[in-house]
């Protein structure tokens, strides 16, 4: 499966419903063909990792966007469950708190980021901040912001200062990928009708997210023009099917494992002093 199919090439101006079918599946018919080679990914992200881990020069950051029900937690359980989780970290971005309603919207960004050598991932992000933020004008105006800093065009300047704190990012050795998990309508539907059936996933819905659902154009809207503003040479968009789960998580799985290769990771190299230490060492425990 060539990952280029999902990449919203830099530049170009792309329509959600035209140009991407959340019901794709590939070549794939079936969940058992797929399932074997989530799991060759899974152990090759596992071997990416390590080394990622043990070089300590590069750190990558997986943005995840969606609307509700689209697969988000799905993808991270699977896709990840072979990372070592000494070298992951997950962040959840909610609806921001008073404290981080004081400062600028990247900053709970910021104090976010991964640590070289790790995988870092945030589950919605300051995306949203052009997304739910776009949709619900109200919750805009309990920003804090200058009335300069609320004119019309705040949507194109958020894009610019987004995506130049995403190559400030990139040139720093924080690589990202960004994926937007692309479910259609009748999907969700069926997706909550099945929260609402089943007791032990009761949990997972709540009647706002049915309320949101009421705002879907306008959403699909501000995806569109996200992803003809924010889709770089530095840090592109993929829009990835999500109506069939596995072929979501295969897909997501895929191209990070292509991204992490195509950093040549390494490990580090041992210095010949450091090689004559470790002989050392080992003659000791030899002779104890
Ligand atoms: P799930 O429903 O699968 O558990 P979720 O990501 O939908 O996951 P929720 O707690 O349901 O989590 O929703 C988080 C909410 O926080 C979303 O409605 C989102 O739009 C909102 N949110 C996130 N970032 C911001 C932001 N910067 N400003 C305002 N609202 C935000
Ligand atoms: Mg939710």
């Not at 697969?71 to 070298?87: A, C, L, R, Y």
């Amino acid at each position: 499966m060539k990952n280029d199919l999902f990449i919203v090439k830099p530049g170009l101006k792309i329509s959600l419903k035209k140009d991407y079918d959340p019901a794709y599946k590939g070549e794939y018919i079936n969940k058992a063909g797929a399932s074997v080679q989530l799991s060759q990914s899974i152990e090759r992200l596992a071997k990416y990792q390590d080394m990622l881990y043990a070089q300590n020069t590069y750190a990558l950051l997986i943005i995840l966007q969606a609307m509700d029900a689209a697969g988000k937690d799905g993808t991270i359980k699977h896709v990840m469950s072979g990372v070592n989780p000494q070298g992951c970290q997950v962040f959840s971005f909610k609806s921001p708190s008073a404290e981080e309603l004081d400062h600028d919207y990247l900053w709970r960004s910021f104090k976010a980021l991964p640590e070289r050598g790790n995988i870092g991932i945030f589950n919605r992000s300051y995306y949203e901040e052009a997304l739910v933020v776009r949709v619900h004008q109200e919750i805009l105006d309990k920003q804090q912001l200058p009335p300069e800093a609320k004119t019309k065009d705040i949507w194109k300047r958020r894009f610019e200062e987004i995506n130049n704190f995403e190559k400030y990012l990139v040139s720093n050795g924080i690589i990202l990928l960004k994926f937007f998990l692309n479910v259609s309508k009748s999907e969700q539907k069926k997706r909550f009708l099945d929260r609402i059936n089943r007791p032990e996933k009761n949990w997972k819905f709540s009647v706002n997210d049915a309320k949101e659902r009421a705002f879907w154009n306008d959403y699909q809207k501000a995806y569109e023009d996200m992803f003809n503003n924010t889709s770089t040479k530095w840090a592109p968009w993929y829009i990835i099917p999500a109506d069939t789960k596995w072929f979501t998580r295969l897909t997501v799985a895929n191209i990070i494992c292509d991204k992490l290769k195509s950093l040549n990771l390494a490990y580090p190299t041992v210095s010949e002093e450091h090689k004559n230490q470790l002989l050392k060492a080992k003659e000791m425990l030899e002779n104890e």
